[in-house]
């Protein structure tokens, strides 16, 4: 039998949650135990680091997960850019604390409102100030009076049920990322085909996870799925491997034969149905994972029965392709000043305009595959 739960109580639990942020920093007591134990771990996103220390096992294991073919053995990385942070549960279970001690944005709040969105039908979510000197918090969504996040110095308390672990896990990549200024990174695939890097770049659902899958498993090396990192200075991709998702849809031999040791004895319809989260590695452990000189973009434009490209080459008017070659994140790790933004739009064109740039339709995918070696 569920207890009914009175109006008074559910009153007082409503306030609690509104009086929290207005008073003095709950969780400085929770961040000064010098004896709690922490997980640690470090990973490298392009050439920079991110070093975190934890006590919340659920988030390391869920970094491990997503970002696990970046981390790095623990050391002291002294001409790497670095971010170092800590990561704590705060007095108040339903809360954790992100401390910057290294690496912190130029303004971390505004860079976690960059990743944020509000439930549909809801308020949009906005930075304000808040009650004390020196605090502000985004606020917005179902619950309008309830911070989602609070800022103070190098410090974010965060409420973990409105930011997932996934998006704080970006959220970490895109500071260490936007520490790196000699780097530009843009939404789409990136790959290694002999010594020629390329991108492949399209909206979601557009088949690029599929294109990038079937290439790498005709032995070429997959550097990442969602990000592609292009050094400015040599033009080269650097590797940056999340793990990807696997959907349902059309595969391939070469495809099939890497997935078969995960389907096991699925029957083909079966196999073509399993859905997972991988690391790359784990797919195509014998791929060396090198930087890469980049050569060429590849632009998906819709299906047909048989797959083509049409050379292109885009400029700024073509608001479409810059569309969903920036994504929100990626454009945190740009800056969030106007100029900053103005300035990485303006070398992307260039690196474009250095490389050859198709429209790609796409086909049967070992056929797509084939077309694009």
Not at 92 to 113: C, H, N, W, Y
Not at 245 to 270: C, H, K, W, Y
Request: aromatic share 6%; proline share 9%; with cysteine.
């Amino acid at each position: 039998m569920v207890e009914a739960r009175s109006p008074i109580a559910e009153g007082q639990q409503h306030e609690s949650r509104r009086e929290w942020f207005g008073t003095a920093p709950p969780w400085r007591l929770a961040m000064g135990c010098e004896a709690a134990p922490h997980l640690e771990a470090s990973f490298q996103f392009g050439e920079g680091i991110l070093q975190i220390a934890s006590d919340h096992p659920a988030f390391i294991e869920r970094l491990q997960q997503l970002f696990g073919d970046c981390a790095v053995a623990p050391a002291i990385f002294t001409k790497r850019p670095l971010v170092r942070c800590v990561l704590s549960c705060a007095s108040d279970p339903s809360r954790i604390v992100l401390a910057f001690q290294v690496g912190k944005p130029e303004d971390a709040l505004a860079t976690m409102l960059n990743l944020l969105y509000p439930p549909p039908g809801t308020v949009p979510y906005v930075i304000k100030d808040g009650p004390l000197p020196g605090r502000r918090h985004i606020s917005g969504g179902a619950d309008p009076a309830r911070p989602v996040v609070i800022a103070q110095d190098a410090e974010l308390l965060i409420d973990p049920q409105l930011v997932p672990m996934d998006l704080l896990a970006d959220y970490l990549v895109s500071a260490t990322l936007a520490a790196q200024p000699h780097l530009l990174v843009v939404h789409g695939a990136s790959l290694r085909i002999g010594s020629a890097g390329i991108i492949l770049s399209g909206y979601s659902f557009a088949g690029k996870t599929t294109t990038a899958l079937h290439v790498a498993a005709r032995g070429h090396a997959l550097l990442g799925d969602e990000f592609a990192v292009i050094h400015c200075a040599t033009g080269e991709l650097l590797p940056l491997p999340r793990a990807m998702s696997i959907r349902p849809g059309p595969r391939g031999g070469a495809l099939v034969d890497a997935l078969e040791p995960f389907t096991g004895e699925m029957d083909s319809t079966a196999a073509a149905n399993w859905t997972a989260r991988m690391r790359i590695s784990a797919l195509f452990p014998k791929s060396a994972r090198r930087p890469a000189r980049l050569r060429a973009a590849f632009f998906l434009g819709g299906f047909a029965d048989r797959p083509s490209v049409t050379p292109c080459h885009p400029t700024l008017r073509d608001g479409e392709v810059f569309r969903y070659l920036a994504s929100d994140m990626l454009n945190s790790s740009w800056g969030l000043a106007p100029e900053r933004r103005v300035l990485r739009l303006l070398a992307l064109k260039a690196m474009l305009a250095r490389i050859e740039c198709w429209e790609l339709t796409l086909g049967a995918p070992d056929e797509t595959a084939e077309l694009i070696e």
